[in-house]
């Protein structure tokens, strides 16, 4: 499995007193699962779109073809040489090493992979991560559709995290009416989005997550109105 370099960060900041907690999204916010999986598309049927032509989260609308079809190339992409050769986003593990290791965060994930995929998530994480800094991994989708669906704000405030780190506005801004502060990851499919909650910021790389979960630290953790 390819991993790209470790982005250099220039991070010197104060440790934290206590341990707070931070939910992350996997996809195209740690992983790079749209370049990917774009190629895949790009391979299979012959075409030829770029990451900048996802305007919307919803690829049947984009692909025109039906979400059923889509599962069923998603998990052919999990077992492909595409999927193998997956990347973390810029800057992602270093990131993650340095809130984790050097800022005690307890970082968790709260990814809406299906249950049943698990194992590819785990095996991906462990690859790109190595040490492996996530506390847990939370699954909000299962392809069984009798069982019950939960929203990753839900799954936030179960569990104490104030904050989610996700690249799609929808769980962020659900995520907002339960009191969980959020911070969008700007990508092509939600460049449009504007209209969000206060408590949700905008980072358009992990740089600048971290300088916002350092300059809205005590908005955020500490639940003060700054």
Not at 31 to 42: Q, S, Y
């Amino acid at each position: 499995m390819l991993l790209c370099t470790k982005p250099k960060l220039k991070l010197n900041r104060r440790k934290m007193e206590t341990i707070n907690k931070i939910a992350v999204d996997s996809d195209d916010s740690l992983i790079n699962f749209m370049k990917r999986f774009n190629e895949f598309h790009n391979k299979k049927y012959g075409t030829t779109l770029t990451l900048g032509a996802y305007t919307t989260y919803d690829l049947s609308l984009l692909w025109e073809m039906a979400k059923e079809k889509i599962r069923q190339d998603r998990l052919e992409f999990y077992n492909s040489s595409f999927y193998c050769e997956i990347e973390r986003m810029e800057g992602a593990y270093e990131a993650v090493e340095y809130l984790s290791k050097e800022r005690g965060f307890e970082l968790s994930i709260v990814t809406a992979r299906k249950i049943e995929f698990k194992g590819y998530l785990e095996s991906t994480l462990l690859a790109l991560f190595e040490e492996y800094h996530f506390k847990h991994t939370y699954h909000i989708g299962s392809l069984d559709e009798t069982k019950p669906k939960i929203e990753k704000g839900d799954v936030c405030t179960i569990h104490g995290i104030p904050l989610l780190v996700d690249d799609y506005e929808r769980h962020l801004i659900r995520a907002a009416k339960n009191g969980i502060h959020g911070i969008l990851f700007r990508r092509p499919w939600n460049k449009h989005v504007t209209d969000l909650p206060k408590t949700v910021y905008c980072a358009r790389g992990w740089e600048e997550v971290i300088d916002i979960i350092e300059e809205k630290y005590e908005r955020i953790f500490n639940q003060i109105s700054v």
